[in-house]
């Protein structure tokens, strides 16, 4: 699917195909894209067309798959580059995960702690 194919929201797909073809034409890419709207107006749809436009792979996850922080950590440590993800509802993830997704989009690092720290000797 391309964005000639999305009928309506043509401001929107507008925006994204001009945000396609100047990173296609520079090699790069944006940190992250962040689609807001009601449900049914095609984030998923405007998503997968834009992961097709780029030539990126695509993801959907729903926040009810991201229980824990472990969920969460594995989900981005795996994401390759330039990969278009999808967190459908994601205003209903607990939010100390929101808080944790939040930090790392904004500061491009994860906090990650193996195991359970220091134990005393008895």
């Not at 929107?12 to 107006?41: C, P, W």
């Not at 998923?44 to 834009?50: H, K, P, S």
Request: proline share 0%; aromatic share 4%.
């Amino acid at each position: 699917m391309r964005y000639s194919d999305i009928i309506g929201q043509d401001d929107a797909i507008a925006r994204l195909s001009a945000f396609s073809d100047f990173y296609q034409k520079n090699g790069n890419t944006t940190e992250h894209v962040l689609l807001v709207a009601e449900e049914g107006m095609g984030k998923r749809t405007i998503a997968n067309v834009l992961a097709n436009e780029l030539g990126v792979a695509f993801q959907e996850v729903t926040a009810s798959q991201i229980q824990v922080k472990g969920d969460l950590t594995a989900m981005l440590t795996n994401l390759r580059t330039r990969q278009v993800l999808l967190i459908e509802d994601v205003h209903e993830l607990g939010r100390i995960l929101q808080d944790i997704l939040m930090e790392a989009l904004q500061t491009h690092k994860l906090a990650i702690q193996i195991g359970q720290g220091s134990r005393r000797a008895r």
